[in-house]
DNA sequence: TAATCAATTGAGAATTTGTCTCAATTGATC
DNA sequence: GATCAATTGAGACAAATTCTCAATTGATTA
């Protein structure tokens, strides 16, 4: 919120709705459903202005769509890092914790005059599941 | 063309092209560019069916897509890693070449029983011309 | 507190993107 | 060359996203 007015934008009802159902914890919400919460707190909150504040909160780097899977973008709070391990047969994500990519946040932001606020990490291939059940794919 | 065929798929002109263009170095090309790109070398290509071989070459591991800024999915390469710092403001996308994510794979596999083919790393922030002509953004 | 004004909004139209259906075609095997 | 299941393209369809514009509202100033 405070980043909202400090860069200039009104604090409004549906952007605060927003906002709140987005930071809400461990949520994956696709833009539909963010509507339907965001209306749950301030009714009137209409399908497009859901999109713009999407986009006004990813330019501020206050939350990130992400992708997984053959499904369209889901947001998540940008804040830290996020780290999975994604399926390419099928499409289970696998959260993981330890990562070494804040030891590259420093030199990335030297090298580039870069200002990292966070990361995503992905790894894909087959889990477990599938390399029994389709091994002629995961062979190959 | 080989992955295809041992996976049973038939090599087909429109398949041909999809993964001649996809491959093509250095391009992050959305679903409609690649049909024009396609039609270009096979013209009867269909929308569908470039739907449909993305899909399958994202299951074989083949392609991958990826998504970064305000855009619809972009489709490159899935071999190896991709490696990129992305500037939440302007959308400029910078790679990066050395990473330490290979160094994981080997546990991550030990751990998780998953076979990994490929990853992807990216840091997401203020790029420095971004951070001089609006400090305001990237101050907060 | 009231007045002002640019920023923001919602509703729905319009556009874009992705999926589905099905008869016709084609690649691989023999 | 014959066979047949896999694949195809066209266009209908559905879903997701963007645009338009008059009405409203938040923040600032008086």
């Known amino acids: 919120m405070l980043r909202l007015r400090n860069a200039g934008y009104k604090i409004t009802p549906p952007r605060r709705a927003v906002i709140e159902v987005v930071l809400r914890e461990g949520e994956h919400l696709d833009p539909n459903e963010i509507l339907q919460q965001a209306q749950a707190i301030y009714p009137h909150t209409g399908r497009a202005t859901v999109y713009r504040t999407l986009e006004l909160l990813t330019t501020l780097g206050i939350v990130r769509p ?10 998540i709070r940008a804040e830290g890092g996020h780290h999975h391990l994604v399926c390419s047969l099928c499409g289970a ?22 200002q990292i606020r966070s990361h995503l990490l992905e790894f894909y291939g087959y889990c477990a599941r599938c390399r029994q059940t389709q091994p002629e794919i995961a062979a190959n």
Request: proline fraction near 3%; aromatic fraction near 16%; charge should be negative.
């Open 93 to 114: 994500v696998t959260d993981f914790d330890q990562c070494v990519a804040d030891s590259m946040e420093r030199e990335l932001e030297a090298r580039f005059g870069f």
């Open 66 to 75: 992400i992708y997984v899977g053959e499904h369209g973008p889901t947001y």
